[in-house]
């Protein structure tokens, strides 16, 4: 069964960190495009980040960058979104999402493009 699983989140005050993950289960994350997303109360699903299935390609909504951090590690099956400098507006649940892509590239602003999607994680940043 094809599975994906975040953790990571929690409640920190504004100018903290946190960093999530993104477990895969039933198959490997080797091949596979990988994006987070996140989803305030009353808003739209926004992405975040997103990272090919190489690596070697990653992208940030602007509000995020130079404040989060993409990465993959392939032999642990596992996506991580380092967040730093965290602000009251990054609350949300986030959610990874994944789709087999073996070609260069993500779609960070197309949630509907991935096909398998984690359950979420709150992150909750106090002022």
């Known amino acids: 069964q094809v599975q994906l699983a975040e953790s990571g989140g929690g409640l920190v005050q504004a100018g903290g960190s946190l960093r999530l993950s993104c477990a895969a289960s039933g198959f490997t994350l080797d091949g596979y495009a990988i994006g987070w997303f996140r989803q305030a109360p009353g808003k739209a699903r926004e992405g975040v980040s997103c990272?090919?299935?190489?690596?070697?390609?990653?992208y940030y909504t602007d509000s995020v960058k130079g404040r989060f951090a993409i990465s993959r590690d392939n032999a642990k099956n596992t996506v991580y979104l380092q967040m730093n400098s965290l602000k009251p507006e990054d609350t949300a649940v986030y959610y990874c999402a994944a789709e087999r892509y073996s070609s260069n590239g993500c779609a960070l602003r197309i949630p509907s493009w991935y096909s398998h999607w984690g359950q979420g994680t709150q992150v909750t940043i106090s002022s």
């Open positions: 990272i090919s299935s190489s690596g070697t390609f990653t």
